[in-house]
């Protein structure tokens, strides 16, 4: 049976492309359930307060910086949504006067201008700006690492990709966003021999840092998150660290607080990293075959999946 059209985006995959059991499985989801659906290699943490959820973010930059020495050099790979974690991360550096001068940073990715050029740190949305002066302009320069340990997938992408092979990588975190991806990791358009069946997990995870088109709900994603809804404003193309970056990482770790997606979305990855139900029209899904996933969830941003009229 042919699996139907993208109910937002015909000429893409996404997940309203899912059998509908799959569908009704995640909607019926309560957060005690989502606990629950731990298992070895995939954790489901919950956390109370929002402070307590930022702090345990930010906890894992000093975790993993703490572990970089000259002569082995470690690091994390980290998201701009969210990005309530990076004034913390540079407070802690500093009130425990943390020497991170050999440790590592990774921008997880970055818009791309309609001539295939990464924006510049002047852009309004630019993540590498938000990066720098939410934390690493904050650190204390005595203690903060050098420029050059500052990787973002704004210049030789293949660099880029190179520098995981070079430094070690504790956690890669991620944000999830209503497309169901981590960094730009967005579904594949619908075309070719992907017309009638999404590529197989696979060849979805031989992608390294690339520049990539975004799904239109991306697009008017991140109008809504970051730029109060100019959808003009929004680049079309981003630098994307890969799936083969991704698996580079001992642990990848993903931050819902309930703004970046929705309560049925939250629902759905859960459910099918859980069950190893691996669909690159999910791309977060791919995830199920990580040996060392963590989803943490602020569990009053959960919310429920239920039929409301405003």
Same mark, same amino acid.
């Given at each position: 049976?042919?699996?139907?059209?993208?109910?937002?985006?015909?000429?893409?995959?996404?997940?309203?492309?899912?059998?509908?059991?799959?569908?009704?499985?995640?909607?019926?989801?309560?957060?005690?359930?989502?606990?629950?659906?731990?298992?070895?290699?995939?954790?489901?943490?919950m956390?109370?307060?929002?402070?307590?959820?930022? @702090?345990?973010?930010?906890?894992?930059?000093?975790?993993?910086?703490?572990?970089?020495?000259?002569?082995?050099?470690?690091?994390?790979?980290?998201?701009?949504?969210?990005?309530?974690?990076l004034?913390?991360?540079?407070?802690?550096?500093?009130?425990?006067? @943390?020497?991170?001068?050999? =440790?590592?940073?990774w921008?997880?990715?970055?818009?791309? $201008? $309609?001539q295939?050029?990464?924006?510049?740190?002047?852009?309004?949305?630019?993540?590498?700006r938000?990066?720098?002066?939410?934390?690493?302009?904050?650190?204390n320069?005595? @203690?903060?690492?050098?420029?050059?340990?500052?990787?973002?997938?704004?210049?030789?992408?293949?660099?880029?990709?190179?520098?995981?092979?070079?430094?070690?990588?504790?956690?890669?975190?991620?944000?999830?966003?209503?497309?169901?991806?981590?960094?730009?990791?967005?579904?594949?358009?619908?075309?070719?021999?992907?017309?009638?069946?999404?590529?197989?997990p696979?060849?979805?995870?031989?992608?390294?840092?690339?520049?990539?088109? @975004?799904?239109?709900?991306?697009?008017?994603?991140?109008?809504?998150?970051?730029?109060?809804?100019?959808?003009?404003?929004?680049?079309?193309?981003?630098?994307?660290?890969?799936?083969?970056?991704?698996?580079?990482?001992?642990?990848?770790?993903?931050?819902?607080?309930?703004?970046?997606?929705?309560?049925?979305?939250?629902?759905?990855?859960?459910?099918?990293?859980?069950?190893?139900?691996?669909?690159?029209?999910?791309?977060?899904?791919?995830? =199920?075959?990580?040996?060392?996933?963590?989803?943490?969830?602020?569990?009053?941003g959960?919310?429920?999946?239920?039929?409301?009229?405003?």
């Amino acid at each position: 049976m042919a699996r139907p059209l993208s109910k937002v985006a015909p000429d893409w995959w996404d997940y309203t492309t899912l059998e509908d059991e799959i569908l009704q499985d995640a909607a019926r989801l309560t957060p005690r359930h989502m606990e629950r659906l731990s298992r070895p290699g995939f954790r489901v943490v919950m956390y109370d307060t929002l402070e307590d959820f930022y @702090l345990a973010e930010a906890l894992e930059y000093i975790n993993a910086w703490r572990q970089s020495t000259e002569d082995a050099p470690a690091g994390i790979c980290g998201p701009i949504g969210p990005t309530e974690q990076l004034p913390l991360v540079a407070r802690l550096v500093n009130e425990l006067g @943390l020497d991170v001068r050999s =440790a590592h940073f990774w921008g997880m990715d970055e818009w791309v $201008d $309609d001539q295939g050029n990464p924006v510049p740190v002047t852009h309004p949305l630019s993540f590498a700006r938000a990066d720098m002066e939410l934390c690493f302009k904050r650190i204390n320069r005595r @203690l903060r690492m050098p420029d050059s340990h500052l990787h973002f997938p704004t210049g030789d992408l293949k660099a880029y990709s190179r520098s995981f092979d070079q430094i070690r990588c504790v956690v890669m975190q991620g944000g999830q966003g209503e497309v169901k991806h981590w960094a730009f990791n967005d579904p594949p358009k619908r075309r070719g021999k992907y017309k009638n069946e999404p590529p197989p997990p696979e060849e979805y995870r031989k992608l390294k840092t690339r520049v990539t088109d @975004l799904h239109p709900m991306t697009i008017i994603q991140n109008a809504r998150t970051s730029g109060g809804g100019q959808v003009a404003l929004v680049p079309t193309k981003a630098a994307t660290v890969g799936p083969v970056e991704t698996w580079k990482a001992e642990k990848v770790s993903i931050w819902q607080a309930g703004n970046h997606d929705n309560p049925f979305g939250m629902r759905l990855t859960t459910l099918m990293i859980a069950k190893k139900i691996p669909d690159t029209s999910v791309p977060m899904s791919l995830l =199920a075959d990580h040996p060392n996933v963590q989803f943490n969830f602020y569990r009053h941003g959960i919310g429920t999946v239920a039929t409301e009229m405003h």
